[in-house]
């Protein structure tokens, strides 16, 4: 058996379609990354141990174990407790909370960053807890962290393949429904490679210039 | 749960292992030969290097390992799958740890590099004497993180039916249905692997600043985040 070049380009209608559905995925899951991320990362500050252990066992758990298994676990568990979503749903979510424990060590470090002098001048300034955050630390915090966020927009979608297993079509499973009509594999699959190695190093050019831009704290 | 269950379990396990240590160590060859390759003064030495490692870190890892499966037979090589998943890992992962390794050599303070030269150290004797013993232990820490990626990442070769704890999993949730159950203890399974590489790494980190002279906080959760 040769590899037909023609194959390849034959996929790409299909490929198209699995980007726009990787895409999808990869999108609804940042906006989950970046909003449990942050949530994760204040419950980690809290005072309370009960609060801050707790969810740092968990952000912990989730950060060591494999995505897919989690995908999984959200696929065939969450309709048992009576929740219905769609596999694109579902396999955004996972994603989403999977990379959530990713963002709340970043939005941590950045946190971390914030100088203690500026905590102090807000309490002496009488600022309250939620001015504190929303005026003085996360302005601050947030642009230094955006570099490291930037990355992990693409390793989400660098992990969307793994949506196969719980039935999304995206670019892999589209290569292998066509692979699976016509006996073929290797076009499809290759075309599929070529289209998320393109995608990838076009989101890697894009965050480099966003962190240019915004990348600085300005005062 | 039966004993023919458990044999699943032990086979997964012993395969999960197999993957993680065996993906890691041809990782780190590729590593280091990409990463101090990226260091290297001849331009094409560096090129390579680079292509390596953009090229591994934009490729998802799932579609390398069907890329090694399926595209590799039709050029007339037929890859033993065990081989063929611990290679696409170790391409992977070999790629963001080479990555580790160019940073870590980076970071040895020059003056280093221009005491080992005074001292009329070959390039060689430069390198294996004075450069990696303070760049390996910069080194362990974020390699911790890429062998807990690398553990991760060994669930995806049961996609390609490979007998790994996932696919065991699967196995006995289709023969018990006890779905929930099943997929949980395998998250537990994979958490408590993965406290088990980290404390190994501890071990190796505390024995590689020792031979420094330096002493290295102790504690198992001091894993520090590193960027994708």
């Known amino acids: 058996m040769n590899f037909e070049w023609s194959g390849v380009w034959d996929a790409m209608p299909t490929m198209l379609d699995g980007l726009l559905v990787a895409l999808a ?41 494999p995505l897919l298994v989690q995908l999984f676990f959200f696929f065939y568990v969450l309709p048992l407790i009576g929740i219905s979503a769609s596999p694109l749903a579902t396999g955004a979510f996972a994603l989403g909370l999977h990379y959530a424990t990713y963002t709340s060590e970043v939005y941590r470090s950045g946190i971390d960053g914030v100088p203690p002098g500026q905590w102090e001048a807000a309490t002496a300034l009488n600022l309250s807890t939620r001015r504190t955050w929303t005026n003085v630390i996360l302005p601050q915090a947030i642009p230094r962290v955006v570099p490291a966020l930037g990355n992990y927009v693409i390793a989400m979608f660098k992990d969307t393949p793994q949506l196969l297993a719980i039935t999304v079509v995206e670019m892999l499973g589209g290569a292998i429904a066509i692979g699976s009509e016509t006996f073929r594999y290797s076009e499809p699959i290759a075309a599929a490679g070529l289209v998320y190695l393109v995608v990838a190093l076009l989101m890697a050019w894009v965050a480099r210039v966003v962190e240019r831009r915004y990348g600085q704290v300005r005062v | 749960m039966s004993s ?31 990463g101090l390759g990226r260091s ?60 580790v390794v160019r940073g870590a050599v980076k970071a040895v ?20 004497k004075v450069v990696l013993p303070q760049a390996v232990v910069a080194m362990i820490p974020p390699f911790t993180n890429n062998l807990i990626e690398l553990l991760k990442a060994t669930s995806l070769v049961s996609l390609v039916y490979i007998s790994d ?64």
């Open chain 2, 109 to 128: 303070p020059p003056g280093q590099i221009e005491a080992a030269i005074a001292l009329n150290f070959t390039p060689w004797q430069r390198l294996r």
């Open chain 2, 165 to 228: 704890l996932t696919f065991s999993a699967q196995l006995i949730r289709a023969s018990t249905g006890e779905t929930a159950l099943v997929f949980f203890g395998l998250l537990v399974g994979y958490g408590v692997i993965a406290l088990f590489f980290t404390a190994i790494m501890k071990l190796l980190e505390r024995m590689a600043a020792r031979s420094l002279g330096r002493t290295v906080p102790s504690g198992l959760f001091g894993r520090k985040e590193v960027a994708a």
């Open chain 2, 4 to 34: 023919g269950l458990m044999s699943y379990v032990w086979e997964g396990l012993g395969n999960t292992l197999l993957l993680t240590v065996f993906g890691a160590l041809l990782g780190l060859v590729f590593a280091f030969i990409a």
């Open chain 1, 25 to 65: 995925a990869t999108g609804i899951g940042y906006v989950i990354a970046l909003v449990l991320g942050l949530v994760f990362a204040f419950l980690r500050r809290s005072d309370n141990r009960w609060v801050s252990m707790p969810v740092g066992f968990l952000v912990e758990f989730i950060r060591s174990t």
């Open chain 2, 40 to 99: 290297s003064e001849r331009t094409w030495v560096r090129g390579i290097a680079m292509v390596y490692t953009e090229i591994f870190r934009g490729f998802p890892s799932l579609v390398l390992l069907f890329a090694l499966i399926f595209i590799v037979p039709t050029f007339g090589y037929q890859l033993n799958p065990l081989f063929a998943g611990i290679l696409a890992l170790a391409l992977n992962i070999g790629a963001y740890a080479a990555e």
